[in-house]
């Protein structure tokens, strides 16, 4: 079965540093986001890519963040000086372009970033 | 209250119980999904429903799906200690362009 899959697994940074989170959404899908996840906190959205720009994007993600779409295959999110509270998992996830009422988004397993 | 809002926080139940799980939400939508996520792991889909769907059927599960009180609820039948782990509602609201909103979600731990 088709899935969204996600690298590295766990990323450890310094703060102040750039990291470059990695997604290869599932083959098909033209919808994309990434959210994240502050350790016991709720899942939060933060950007939805679709046609090769932004479609929507939150409070969250400010200039330090960056979306692209570099080949066919890839979906990277990329922040450039990371703090302390940048600490999250972060999850990419992919929908098909179908009906508005039945996108069923389809998430990766996850990149833990611990900045220290 | 906000978007996605699930009740109860916390749920524990004897294995092969059933299990009920709430979720409240504020805007007007076009699905909502709920998701499974086990301890530290990602997010597992297990079922969408459309806005102008009352109930659906998966396996062991029941979504029913509430528009005029802004509420849905996930059935999880007969479970299993394999059931453990937190159930997250997630709304895609209208006036959104996909995006999904989640409540806190509801840890549900199934005992032997």
């Known amino acids: 079965e088709p899935e969204v899959t996600q690298t590295p697994s766990h990323q450890v940074t310094q703060m102040g540093q750039e990291v470059i989170l990695r997604c290869v959404p599932i083959?098909?899908?033209?919808?994309f986001y990434w959210y994240r996840q502050i350790l016991g906190q709720k899942v939060e959205f933060l950007v939805s890519?679709?046609?090769?720009?932004?479609?929507?994007k939150s409070e969250i993600f400010d200039d330090q963040f960056s979306v692209e779409r570099p080949d066919g295959s890839n979906f990277t999110l990329k922040i450039r000086s990371t703090k302390l509270e940048d600490s999250a998992m972060y999850f990419c996830?992919?929908?098909?372009?179908?009906?508005?009422?039945?996108?069923?988004?389809?998430f990766g397993p996850g990149t833990r970033l611990t900045v220290t | 209250s906000q978007q996605g809002e699930e009740d109860p926080q916390a749920l524990s139940i004897q294995e092969g119980e059933n299990a009920t799980m709430n979720c409240s939400y504020k805007t007007s939508i076009n699905n909502l999904q709920w998701y499974r996520q086990n301890s530290g792991r990602g997010l597992v889909h297990l079922i969408l429903i459309r806005s102008n769907e009352r109930e659906k059927h998966s396996g062991r599960l029941r979504v029913t799906l509430d528009t005029s009180k802004k509420s849905s609820s996930l059935l999880i039948t007969a479970s299993r200690a394999a059931d453990t782990a937190s159930y997250f509602c997630?709304?895609?609201?209208?006036?959104?362009?996909?995006?999904?909103?989640f409540g806190q979600g509801t840890t549900l731990q199934v005992k032997p």
């Open positions: 890519f679709y046609n090769n720009e932004i479609s929507e």
């Open positions: 996830a992919s929908s098909e372009a179908r009906r508005r009422d039945s996108y069923e988004q389809y």
């Open positions: 083959s098909n899908h033209l919808y």
């Open positions: 997630a709304t895609d609201a209208v006036s959104n362009t996909g995006k999904l909103i």
